[in-house]
């Protein structure tokens, strides 16, 4: 099984996990293969969901082009916003930095504003 389908399947139920726990599952599934760390809703390095620090420098990796805009070699800028869930990624210089990493790093950040909402909406129940 690749890991792309089981890192759906983690993700199918973060509803009543808290933070640490969701931390703790993403680290131990990535630690045997069985979790891209593309496809993670927690940053290990933060420890927070993905989407609240994606904007750190961290994040930006010229060689796998996580937020990394190649024909600009500059790292892309970020903008998340909570309440619509929007996610976006552009190079401050030409206004694109488009790549499979980046587009990967979105859905991530999306699915972790999603999994957030959900936890934040389950504690208030």
């Known amino acids: 099984m690749n890991t792309t389908t089981l890192a759906s399947t983690t993700r199918l139920n973060p509803v009543g996990r808290t933070l640490p726990v969701l931390?703790?599952?993403?680290d131990d599934a990535e630690d045997v293969g069985r979790l891209a760390p593309d496809d993670r809703l927690t940053c290990h390095v933060h420890g927070r969901w993905?989407?609240?620090?994606?904007?750190?420098p961290l994040h930006v990796n010229p060689i796998t082009r996580h937020r990394w805009c190649r024909s600009c070699a500059t790292a892309l800028t970020v903008s998340v916003d909570?309440?619509?869930?929007?996610?976006?990624?552009?190079?401050?210089?030409?206004?694109?930095?488009?790549s499979a990493a980046s587009?990967?790093?979105?859905?991530?950040?999306?699915?972790?504003?999603?999994?957030?909402?959900r936890h934040s909406g389950a504690r208030a129940a």
């Open 50 to 56: 993905i989407h609240q620090c994606v904007a750190s």
């Open 82 to 98: 909570e309440l619509s869930g929007d996610v976006t990624m552009s190079c401050p210089r030409c206004g694109h930095g488009e």
């Open 103 to 117: 587009a990967k790093l979105i859905a991530a950040c999306r699915a972790s504003l999603a999994a957030a909402r």
């Open 23 to 26: 931390l703790a599952m993403e």
